[in-house]
């Protein structure tokens, strides 16, 4: 009968374990991919607002605060009859000047002399939680709303579907009406417990994607 040396044993444990850290990858990096797909699916489905602070002066701040509120407001108006993402980015590139004029106007009135721009622009975001929901890292189509030299801390949120002005319990109803899928709904709110560990490997797959291709 053939004895088997400790030498054996110990070098058949590293090759399971090995087998299973292997398989522990093969699978982390599958749910990222399927994640990524998610994602870019999502992206596709709703736009950000983002609004950069002349600078992090309080005062700045405070009117970073102010323009949010003003565009928020005659965003939410516009995208009312917006029945999806499409015909909510042309509702939004059709009214730019008039949302620029809104920030200007409000910059004005609180006693500055700031320049603005509104853009609509594809932007890179980091995972963001809000209360009743989170979005992955990404890239978005977002309003940006850029005051004086956008030097200063960034808000941002959803503008469609009107994520940032429904109540945190009306969030999956909102969603799934601007088109959103059952599954999308479940990766942004917290009825999908593992969508931290998911978002993490959206992250990490970007990353490790980014690497491989030398960038």
């Given at each position: 009968?053939?004895?088997?040396?400790?030498?054996?044993?110990?070098?058949?444990?590293?090759?399971?374990?090995?087998?299973?850290?292997?398989?522990?990858?093969?699978?982390?990096?599958?749910?990222?991919?399927?994640?990524?797909?998610?994602?870019?699916?999502?992206?596709?489905?709703?736009?950000?607002?983002?609004?950069?602070?002349?600078?992090?002066?309080?005062?700045?701040?405070?009117?970073?605060?102010?323009?949010?509120?003003?565009?928020?407001?005659?965003?939410?108006?516009?995208?009312?009859?917006?029945?999806?993402?499409?015909?909510?980015?042309?509702?939004?590139?059709?009214?730019?000047?008039?949302?620029?004029?809104?920030?200007?106007?409000?910059?004005?009135?609180?006693?500055?002399?700031?320049?603005?721009?509104?853009?609509?622009?594809?932007?890179?975001?980091?995972?963001?939680?809000?209360?009743?929901?989170?979005?992955?890292?990404?890239?978005?189509?977002?309003?940006?709303?850029?005051?004086?030299?956008?030097?200063?801390?960034?808000?941002?949120?959803?503008?469609?579907?009107?994520?940032c002005t429904a109540a945190s319990?009306?969030?999956?109803?909102?969603?799934?009406?601007?088109?959103?899928?059952?599954?999308?709904?479940?990766?942004?709110?917290?009825?999908?417990?593992?969508?931290?560990?998911?978002?993490?490997?959206?992250?990490?797959?970007?990353?490790?994607?980014?690497?491989?291709?030398?960038?």
């Open positions: 009968m053939k004895t088997v040396s400790n030498g054996e044993r110990n070098s058949r444990r590293l090759r399971i374990w090995e087998l299973a850290l292997l398989i522990g990858l093969a699978v982390f990096l599958l749910t990222g991919a399927l994640s990524l797909r998610s994602q870019d699916q999502l992206a596709d489905k709703v736009v950000r607002l983002h609004v950069l602070a002349n600078s992090d002066s309080e005062e700045d701040q405070a009117l970073k605060l102010k323009v949010r509120d003003r565009v928020l407001e005659r965003a939410t108006e516009l995208l009312e009859q917006a029945a999806d993402r499409k015909e909510a980015e042309a509702l939004l590139r059709g009214q730019l000047l008039e949302l620029e004029e809104i920030a200007a106007e409000e910059i004005a009135a609180n006693g500055y002399d700031y320049p603005v721009s509104v853009e609509l622009e594809p932007t890179q975001f980091p995972t963001k939680e809000y209360d009743g929901f989170a979005l992955p890292a990404g890239e978005y189509l977002a309003l940006r709303v850029i005051i004086g030299e956008g030097a200063g801390q960034n808000w941002w949120c959803v503008v469609f579907p009107p994520l319990s009306d969030v999956p109803e909102t969603a799934l009406a601007a088109g959103l899928s059952g599954e999308e709904v479940s990766l942004i709110t917290e009825a999908d417990a593992g969508y931290k560990l998911k978002f993490k490997s959206v992250e990490l797959w970007e990353s490790l994607m980014a690497k491989l291709s030398g960038e």
